[in-house]
T-cell receptor, first 114, second 113 residues
Framework: AQTVTQSQPEMSVQEAETVTLSCTYD???????LFWYKQPPSRQMILVIR????KQQNATENRFSVNFQKAAKSFSLKISDSQLGDAAMYFC???????????WGAGTKLIIKP | DAGVIQSPRHEVTEMGQEVTLRCKPI?????LFWYRQTMMRGLELLIY????????DSGMPEDRFSAKMPNASFSTLKIQPSEPRDSAVYFC???????????FGPGTRLTVT
């Protein structure tokens, strides 16, 4: 069965510091996509970053970057220079190539300390 | 560009009443998804449309739930009759094709008393 696990229910970080959120997944597929979504208190689900499994290079979007370890089935999100606006629930999600179904992790609540 | 638009943002209704949630996908997207989010069950896919046709409705809880997509720019999710256990946040999402990333609307918070 395909599963996504986020082992950290809650994380906190001091403003301007760096934090890493963990995500592992279980699959027998070779072609797939991984995503990080952010859900702030406004509850809107916002796509933060995506990673194609066939790409060795880790995806980066401004202060957000991933550490994709395909063999270990690990997909962590690093947030640099944390800002108060980064406070949110962060969800990791997985999708097999050519499929619409997203498999979701349980989420990690990120708290930013001023 | 306008994102996915959902209405209403909040809905409070009494048990037994009909509830209709609305969604306008991003222009040019041909895949539309309805999700429900609760603390207990997380994010659940209710139904998926491709080119206005329902492809997968296996996530629809029961016959009280129905969804339609009469054209490429509009979809509804209806609950009739509503029950307190239907209280949740309902999201609509769209994508360019089924294989592309999904973009979510702001959600509708439904409270059934």
């Amino acid at each position: 069965a395909q599963t996504v696990t986020q082992s950290q229910p809650e994380m906190s970080v001091q403003e301007a510091e760096t934090v890493t959120l963990s995500c592992t997944y279980d699959t027998s597929e070779s072609d797939y996509y991984l995503f990080w979504y952010k859900q702030p208190p406004s509850r809107q689900m916002i796509l933060v970053i995506r990673q194609e499994a066939y790409k060795q290079q880790n995806a980066t979007e401004n202060r957000f970057s991933v550490n994709f370890q395909k063999a270990a089935k690990s997909f962590s999100l690093k947030i640099s220079d944390s800002q108060l606006g980064d406070a949110a629930m962060y969800f990791c999600a997985y999708r097999v190539d050519s499929n619409y179904q997203l498999i979701w992790g349980a989420g990690t609540k990120l708290i930013i300390k001023p | 560009d306008a994102g996915v638009i959902q209405s209403p943002r909040h809905e409070v209704t009494e048990m037994g009443q009909e509830v209709t949630l609305r969604c306008k996908p991003i222009s040019g997207h041909n895949s539309l998804f309805w999700y429900r989010q609760t603390m207990m069950r997380g994010l659940e896919l209710l139904i998926y449309f491709n080119n206005n046709v329902p492809i997968d409705d296996s996530g629809m809880p029961e016959d009280r739930f129905s969804a339609k997509m009469p054209n490429a720019s509009f979809s509804t999710l209806k609950i009739q009759p509503s029950e307190p256990r239907d209280s949740a946040v309902y999201f609509c999402a769209s994508s360019f094709a089924q294989s592309y990333e999904q973009y979510f609307g702001p959600g509708t918070r439904l409270t059934v008393t």
